[in-house]
């Protein structure tokens, strides 16, 4: 598929609204990720902000390389988001903490730099990733998404006002406006309708005081994200492979965007332009990494948002990637995102994390199911990574590192689809 399918002609009133409205919906992952880093590691306010700000900035620089391309090398020319990846969290955590934020950086880049070389070998990796193996991780994705939204919606875990009826009754009422616009509005509105359920949850939490203008308040007005805040990245082994593993997982989650777009556009993803999304997706992490902040990944819920507005252009993205840089050298526009009450951004992506589901389900319903195989792969895969997901307390008593692994929901079920059908399908695995 050429990226030409994408070139799609849009009025700049709609490029910027419809843009707008995919900075949104990138916005509660994208400030979530350095918070909880920053937290986890005993950061102060001034740091805390400056890695908010910094994840923003390279979030954006991420999107143009994906979208705008690095001539044929890298990026897909696709309309995709990239944002904070929380599947290196952990690790980062643990790398933060015992040898420190510079060789934290470096493993960030070095690992960026592994997945830019492993892309050119996609063609081989691809031959793992059938229908049977894409569709069942992009199904769990979508299951294991859910929570967090639901979450969100509730407030945010760590609030306070978690749980409260007025979160509740907020984030719901939300998920519901933004349906009923999608089903009854025409024209430009059909295609807004994320952004007019986020704009009216917003108003109505300012009239049930949920909304703090502290922070918009206390932002500086500009301030440049410089690379290489802390000191020159130390480059030391265990990191490095640590991140790396976990920076895999990242890349498979890469490769299930694709087949999502496939199966919401209706096109076919050629290996070549895969490649050359994954290696983007490898050189916006390095860059990340000399601008201190975290890895990248490419969004599924802004993939379905194109879905939602059907409006499927380049343009449209690449708006959004000039927004979030913004966002991140002018603080106080950073500042107007994280102000908006979690249970609003909580009602609008759970609507997009259902789209997702579906997506992996209508992935899994071109499969032959009369063959018993098929049955065993996406049923044990499945089982296995929702129990990953959601009894990781299970593997308390092994090594950390090893723990962080077999803890995560979308490694084991990608891990178990992959052997599974290597096994139960033998040569006919890689058809």
Known sequence: MKAEYFDE?????????IGFQHVLTMC??????????????????????FLVAANFFTSGIAILIQVIGIGKLAGSKYPIILGSSFAPLSPMILIGKEYGMQTLFGAVIASGAIIFILSFFMDQILK??????????????????????????AGGEGSESFGSVENLILG????????LVEKYAKGIWKSMSLLLGIVAGTIVGCGLHMVDFTSIAQAEVFQPVKPFYYGMPEFKIWPIFIMSIFCIINMIQCIGVFSVMDEIVGIQTDNKTKERGIRGQAAAQMVTGMFNSVPSTMFNENVSL??????????????????????????KISA??????KSVPGGATL????????????????????????????????????????ASDVFVNIPNALQMVLSNGLFMVSISAIFLNLILNGKKAFS
């Open 351 to 390: 609507a997009l994390f259902g789209v997702i589901t579906s997506s992996g389900i209508s992935i899994l319903s071109k499969l032959d199911f009369s063959k018993d195989n098929n049955f065993k792969i996406v049923g044990t895969s499945i089982a296995i990574g929702v129990g990953a997901a959601f």
């Open 336 to 341: 107007v995102f994280t102000a908006v009450p």
């Open 306 to 331: 194109i879905g939602l507005t059907k409006v499927k252009s380049r343009s449209v993205v690449a708006a959004a990637g000039i927004m979030i840089i913004l966002a991140g050298i002018f603080p």
């Open 9 to 17: 002609k849009v009025g700049w009133t709609k490029t910027l609204l």
């Open 28 to 49: 509660p992952g994208t400030i979530a990720v350095p918070l909880i880093l920053a937290g986890a590691l005993g950061l102060g306010e001034k740091e805390t902000a």
């Open 172 to 179: 719901t009422a939300v998920l519901i406006f933004i349906i």
């Open 128 to 153: 793992l990733f059938p229908q049977v193996v894409v569709g069942t991780f992009v199904t769990l994705i979508g299951i294991t998404l859910a929570p967090t939204a639901l979450r969100d919606l």
